[in-house]
Protein backbone atom coordinates (compact mmCIF):
# COMPACT_ATOMS: atom_id res chain seq x y z
CA UNK A 1 0.00 0.00 0.00
CA UNK A 2 1.38 3.42 -1.14
CA UNK A 3 0.13 4.73 2.42
CA UNK A 4 -1.22 8.06 3.13
CA UNK A 5 -1.28 10.42 0.52
CA UNK A 6 -1.40 14.16 0.79
CA UNK A 7 -0.52 16.89 -1.75
CA UNK A 8 0.77 19.06 -2.34
CA UNK A 9 3.82 19.21 0.00
CA UNK A 10 4.40 22.39 0.01
CA UNK A 11 2.43 25.38 -0.18
CA UNK A 12 3.52 29.37 -0.35
CA UNK A 13 0.82 31.75 -0.70
CA UNK A 14 -0.19 35.22 0.14
CA UNK A 15 -2.24 36.16 3.11
CA UNK A 16 -6.03 36.24 1.88
CA UNK A 17 -6.00 33.56 -0.36
CA UNK A 18 -7.47 30.43 -0.78
CA UNK A 19 -5.58 27.24 0.46
CA UNK A 20 -6.57 23.24 -0.14
CA UNK A 21 -5.03 20.77 1.48
CA UNK A 22 -5.23 17.16 -0.23
CA UNK A 23 -5.46 14.00 1.42
CA UNK A 24 -6.23 9.83 0.02
CA UNK A 25 -6.12 8.04 3.08
CA UNK A 26 -4.89 4.14 3.01
CA UNK A 27 -7.51 1.99 1.57
CA UNK A 28 -9.62 0.59 3.83
CA UNK A 29 -9.37 2.76 6.55
CA UNK A 30 -12.68 4.40 7.61
CA UNK A 31 -11.57 7.06 9.52
CA UNK A 32 -9.38 10.19 8.50
CA UNK A 33 -7.85 12.69 10.87
CA UNK A 34 -6.56 16.07 10.18
CA UNK A 35 -4.16 17.87 12.32
CA UNK A 36 -1.63 20.75 12.67
CA UNK A 37 1.98 20.78 14.14
CA UNK A 38 3.33 23.87 15.23
CA UNK A 39 6.43 24.41 17.47
CA UNK A 40 4.17 25.68 20.33
CA UNK A 41 1.37 22.92 20.43
CA UNK A 42 2.66 20.56 19.17
CA UNK A 43 0.08 17.71 17.18
CA UNK A 44 -3.35 19.45 17.29
CA UNK A 45 -5.99 17.42 16.18
CA UNK A 46 -8.57 19.97 13.64
CA UNK A 47 -11.28 17.61 12.60
CA UNK A 48 -12.03 13.64 12.19
CA UNK A 49 -14.21 11.94 10.27
CA UNK A 50 -16.02 8.14 10.46
CA UNK A 51 -17.31 6.70 7.28
CA UNK A 52 -16.89 10.16 5.59
CA UNK A 53 -18.95 12.03 7.95
CA UNK A 54 -17.22 14.57 10.38
CA UNK A 55 -17.24 13.49 14.15
CA UNK A 56 -15.67 15.92 15.48
CA UNK A 57 -14.17 19.60 14.38
CA UNK A 58 -13.53 20.99 18.02
CA UNK A 59 -10.14 21.65 16.91
CA UNK A 60 -10.72 23.72 14.44
CA UNK A 61 -9.48 27.31 15.12
CA UNK A 62 -11.85 29.32 13.16
CA UNK A 63 -14.74 29.63 10.39
CA UNK A 64 -11.53 29.99 7.94
CA UNK A 65 -11.42 26.56 8.05
CA UNK A 66 -13.51 23.48 6.85
CA UNK A 67 -12.90 19.91 5.52
CA UNK A 68 -14.64 17.91 3.29
CA UNK A 69 -14.82 14.02 2.92
CA UNK A 70 -16.99 13.36 -0.21
CA UNK A 71 -15.88 9.90 -0.33
CA UNK A 72 -13.98 7.16 1.34
CA UNK A 73 -10.79 8.03 -0.69
CA UNK A 74 -10.45 11.81 -0.62
CA UNK A 75 -10.57 14.33 1.76
CA UNK A 76 -9.77 18.33 1.27
CA UNK A 77 -8.84 21.07 4.03
CA UNK A 78 -9.23 24.39 2.89
CA UNK A 79 -8.51 27.40 4.80
CA UNK A 80 -9.99 30.75 2.92
CA UNK A 81 -9.01 33.45 3.36
CA UNK A 82 -5.63 32.71 4.77
CA UNK A 83 -3.16 34.48 7.45
CA UNK A 84 0.93 34.42 8.45
CA UNK A 85 -0.38 32.66 11.92
CA UNK A 86 -1.79 29.44 9.81
CA UNK A 87 1.63 28.77 8.50
CA UNK A 88 2.33 24.65 10.00
CA UNK A 89 2.87 21.72 8.60
CA UNK A 90 -0.48 19.99 8.23
CA UNK A 91 -1.18 16.40 8.90
CA UNK A 92 -3.27 14.01 7.52
CA UNK A 93 -3.96 10.68 9.40
CA UNK A 94 -6.25 7.50 8.82
CA UNK A 95 -6.92 4.46 10.85
CA UNK A 96 -9.44 1.67 11.19
CA UNK A 97 -12.14 3.22 13.12
CA UNK A 98 -11.78 5.66 15.47
CA UNK A 99 -10.78 3.00 18.65
CA UNK A 100 -7.82 4.40 21.09
CA UNK A 101 -6.02 0.91 20.18
CA UNK A 102 -6.31 1.69 16.20
CA UNK A 103 -2.74 3.11 15.19
CA UNK A 104 -2.69 5.79 13.12
CA UNK A 105 -1.09 6.22 10.13
CA UNK A 106 0.23 9.80 8.81
CA UNK A 107 1.06 11.26 5.37
CA UNK A 108 4.49 13.00 4.93
CA UNK A 109 2.34 16.56 5.59
CA UNK A 110 1.65 19.48 3.77
CA UNK A 111 3.92 22.37 4.76
CA UNK A 112 2.24 25.69 4.55
CA UNK A 113 3.66 28.91 4.62
CA UNK A 114 1.58 31.97 4.48
CA UNK A 115 3.60 35.22 3.32
CA UNK B 1 -3.76 24.56 28.17
CA UNK B 2 -1.51 21.42 27.27
CA UNK B 3 -2.77 18.16 28.68
CA UNK B 4 -0.03 16.44 27.62
CA UNK B 5 3.36 18.06 28.14
CA UNK B 6 6.99 17.08 27.02
CA UNK B 7 9.03 19.32 28.83
CA UNK B 8 12.16 19.10 27.34
CA UNK B 9 12.03 20.05 23.89
CA UNK B 10 15.80 18.46 23.00
CA UNK B 11 17.95 15.92 24.28
CA UNK B 12 21.53 14.62 23.19
CA UNK B 13 22.87 11.22 23.84
CA UNK B 14 25.75 9.22 23.03
CA UNK B 15 25.39 5.94 21.11
CA UNK B 16 25.41 3.38 22.88
CA UNK B 17 23.90 5.20 26.10
CA UNK B 18 20.13 5.42 27.32
CA UNK B 19 17.63 7.84 25.91
CA UNK B 20 15.01 8.33 28.25
CA UNK B 21 12.00 10.69 26.99
CA UNK B 22 9.46 11.95 29.26
CA UNK B 23 5.99 12.78 28.71
CA UNK B 24 3.46 14.51 31.57
CA UNK B 25 -0.32 14.73 31.55
CA UNK B 26 -3.29 16.13 33.47
CA UNK B 27 -6.19 13.74 32.65
CA UNK B 28 -6.71 10.88 35.15
CA UNK B 29 -9.13 9.32 32.54
CA UNK B 30 -6.75 8.81 29.82
CA UNK B 31 -6.06 5.78 29.63
CA UNK B 32 -4.29 4.66 26.13
CA UNK B 33 -1.08 5.84 25.30
CA UNK B 34 1.49 5.96 22.06
CA UNK B 35 5.09 7.01 21.53
CA UNK B 36 5.69 8.49 17.86
CA UNK B 37 8.72 9.24 15.75
CA UNK B 38 8.85 11.66 13.48
CA UNK B 39 11.78 11.78 10.82
CA UNK B 40 12.38 15.54 9.04
CA UNK B 41 9.89 15.85 6.10
CA UNK B 42 8.11 12.70 7.25
CA UNK B 43 4.58 12.38 9.08
CA UNK B 44 5.04 10.96 12.37
CA UNK B 45 5.12 6.67 12.24
CA UNK B 46 4.26 4.64 15.85
CA UNK B 47 6.46 3.20 18.03
CA UNK B 48 4.79 1.88 21.04
CA UNK B 49 2.15 1.69 23.35
CA UNK B 50 1.17 0.91 26.76
CA UNK B 51 -2.36 0.67 28.48
CA UNK B 52 -3.32 2.00 31.58
CA UNK B 53 -3.44 -1.38 33.09
CA UNK B 54 -0.21 -2.09 32.25
CA UNK B 55 3.24 -0.25 34.15
CA UNK B 56 5.74 -1.46 31.30
CA UNK B 57 5.42 -2.41 27.83
CA UNK B 58 8.82 -3.48 25.99
CA UNK B 59 9.75 -3.85 22.37
CA UNK B 60 12.81 -4.75 21.22
CA UNK B 61 15.09 -1.81 22.01
CA UNK B 62 12.33 0.31 23.56
CA UNK B 63 10.43 0.05 26.50
CA UNK B 64 7.75 2.68 27.57
CA UNK B 65 7.31 2.73 31.44
CA UNK B 66 3.87 4.23 32.95
CA UNK B 67 3.36 5.44 36.05
CA UNK B 68 -0.38 6.56 36.78
CA UNK B 69 0.01 7.83 40.36
CA UNK B 70 2.09 10.55 39.14
CA UNK B 71 0.38 10.56 35.64
CA UNK B 72 3.99 10.32 33.96
CA UNK B 73 5.30 7.88 31.06
CA UNK B 74 8.63 7.58 29.96
CA UNK B 75 10.59 5.83 26.54
CA UNK B 76 13.70 4.31 27.03
CA UNK B 77 15.67 3.78 24.01
CA UNK B 78 18.58 1.16 24.75
CA UNK B 79 21.48 0.77 23.36
CA UNK B 80 20.79 4.21 21.57
CA UNK B 81 21.52 4.61 17.73
CA UNK B 82 22.12 7.26 15.28
CA UNK B 83 19.30 6.74 13.50
CA UNK B 84 17.14 7.04 16.40
CA UNK B 85 17.70 10.87 16.13
CA UNK B 86 13.96 12.03 15.71
CA UNK B 87 11.61 13.94 17.38
CA UNK B 88 9.20 12.11 19.50
CA UNK B 89 5.62 12.03 20.21
CA UNK B 90 3.74 11.13 22.98
CA UNK B 91 -0.04 10.76 22.71
CA UNK B 92 -2.84 10.08 25.09
CA UNK B 93 -6.13 8.70 24.60
CA UNK B 94 -9.20 10.80 25.57
CA UNK B 95 -11.92 8.15 25.82
CA UNK B 96 -14.16 10.57 27.19
CA UNK B 97 -13.71 12.18 23.55
CA UNK B 98 -12.79 10.10 21.44
CA UNK B 99 -9.17 12.02 20.89
CA UNK B 100 -5.88 11.62 20.86
CA UNK B 101 -4.12 14.48 22.53
CA UNK B 102 -0.17 14.63 21.80
CA UNK B 103 2.51 16.46 23.38
CA UNK B 104 4.65 19.28 21.70
CA UNK B 105 7.45 16.61 21.05
CA UNK B 106 11.05 15.91 22.24
CA UNK B 107 13.58 16.06 19.59
CA UNK B 108 16.34 13.56 19.82
CA UNK B 109 19.76 13.57 18.91
CA UNK B 110 21.93 10.26 19.20
CA UNK B 111 26.12 11.30 18.51
CA UNK B 112 28.38 8.57 17.35
Known amino acids: DAGVIQSPRHEVTEMGQEVTLRCKPI?????LFWYRQTMMRGLELLIY????????DSGMPEDRFSAKMPNASFSTLKIQPSEPRDSAVYFCASSLSTGGTDTQYFGPGTRLTVL | DQQVKQNSPSLSVQEGRISILNCDYT??????FLWYKKYPAEGPTFLISISSIKDKNEDGRFTVFLNKSAKHLSLHIVPSQPGDSAVYFCAAWDSGTYKYIFGTGTRLKVLA
Open chain 1, 27 to 31: SGHNS
Open chain 2, 27 to 32: NSMFDY
Open chain 1, 49 to 56: FNNNVPID
